[in-house]
């Protein structure tokens, strides 16, 4: 059983928390803090059966702590890997992991020199639709891949007060590219390999908040197939994931992480619809099972802590995915195409 820290309370830091509550058998919260410790998170904390700790210092100075998780603003993520790890403790970041390839190099840099494990939050990457796409990609079921394609839509930045970090351009650059639009960036580069290149545009059209809300980015991946992802903050929420093959196409819909909507619902819901269309024949459709996609990366995370297998997001692609989003960026600024380094 890892023992575990959560630091950042929010929404989504309670959310993990709850993920595992009800008896995993191989990760419990033990410990945790927040940069504000209301009455609110002392309540949460009690029901939670977790100490909380004044500071991220101490809690990851904390020996009954085998292991930190990271729900606290991307900004903060390399400082807090690289001070946990110097500590001996194992890590399970949330996404973003970084914003640019060199922070993302740092932060593997530090786990690998303290031997300590790493983990990235896309839990997407857990849910059997995946499983299966990866399997259909591989197997040649789909023939020659030609394009991947992805939208993940919200409201939330319509909620989203003046002096909320999310509403801070520095911390969400590309209005929803961070809160949710890079797990389609690793969903592609999981599925399709290495991005070379992309073109970003991003604006903003709706909400009051000085950040973007509509952001569309062209990718050609190192492999050659395209690739196109749009991301709006400020409109009903949904998510759907395409491949298309010279057999066929895959289609997954589901729904996106809408702040308030139940704990349970954001676990388990995130895949719906899926549809397989083959270039003969009538159409595939099924619904997806629900699954918690966030207590698997969990739980995924504390069987590579333990030695059972790795994990299932090689450091590599943590520190390229970091280089893809660092190209967005750039991208977005200069309006050219960007490599990715």
Not at 146 to 152: K, R
Not at 242 to 249: I, L, N, P, R
Not at 287 to 305: G, I, K, Q, S
């Amino acid at each position: 059983m890892i023992k575990a820290g959560i630091v950042g309370l929010g929404w989504w830091g309670k959310t993990l928390v709850e993920a595992v509550a009800d008896g995993s058998e191989k990760i419990k919260f033990v410990a945790g803090t927040t940069r504000t410790n209301s009455d609110e998170v002392k309540q949460f904390a009690a029901d939670q059966n977790f100490t909380l700790h004044a500071s991220f210092e101490d809690l990851i100075s904390d020996p009954n702590v085998d292991a930190v998780v990271l729900a606290t603003p991307h900004s903060k993520h390399v400082e807090q890997v690289v001070a946990a790890a110097g500590q001996g403790k194992h890590v399970f970041c949330e996404k973003p992991f970084a914003l640019t390839k060199a922070d993302a190099e740092e932060a593997v840099a530090a786990v690998d020199a303290a031997g300590v494990t790493l983990g990235l939050g896309y839990n997407r990457r857990w849910h059997p639709e995946m499983t299966k796409l990866r399997n259909m990609i591989e197997s040649g079921e789909l023939g020659i891949i030609l394009h991947c394609e992805a939208t993940m839509t919200f409201p939330n930045a319509l909620m989203l007060k003046a002096d909320a970090w999310r509403a801070n351009k520095e911390e969400t650059p590309c209005g929803g590219l961070t809160p949710m639009g890079v797990h389609a960036v690793d969903g592609m580069i999981d599925l399709c390999g290495p991005v070379d290149e992309v073109y970003c545009q991003s604006f903003r059209r709706a909400v009051e908040i000085n950040a973007d809300d509509t952001t569309s980015i062209l990718f050609r991946m190192k492999e050659g197939m395209s690739g196109y992802l749009g991301t709006m903050t400020a409109t009903g929420g949904g998510f759907s994931f395409q491949v298309y093959g010279s057999k066929g196409f895959v289609r997954l819909e589901g729904m996106t992480h809408v702040a308030g909507a139940p704990s349970e619902e954001r676990r388990t819901r995130l895949f719906g619809n899926c549809v397989f269309k083959p270039i003969k024949g009538p159409a595939k459709t099924w619904e997806a099972e629900p699954l918690d996609v966030t207590r698997a990366a969990l739980e995924a995370f504390a069987d590579a802590v333990s030695g059972v297998e790795p994990y299932l997001i090689p450091t590599s692609e943590m520190i390229h995915g970091a280089a893809v989003t660092e190209a967005i960026i750039r991208s977005s600024t200069s309006h050219l195409p960007e490599k990715v380094a």
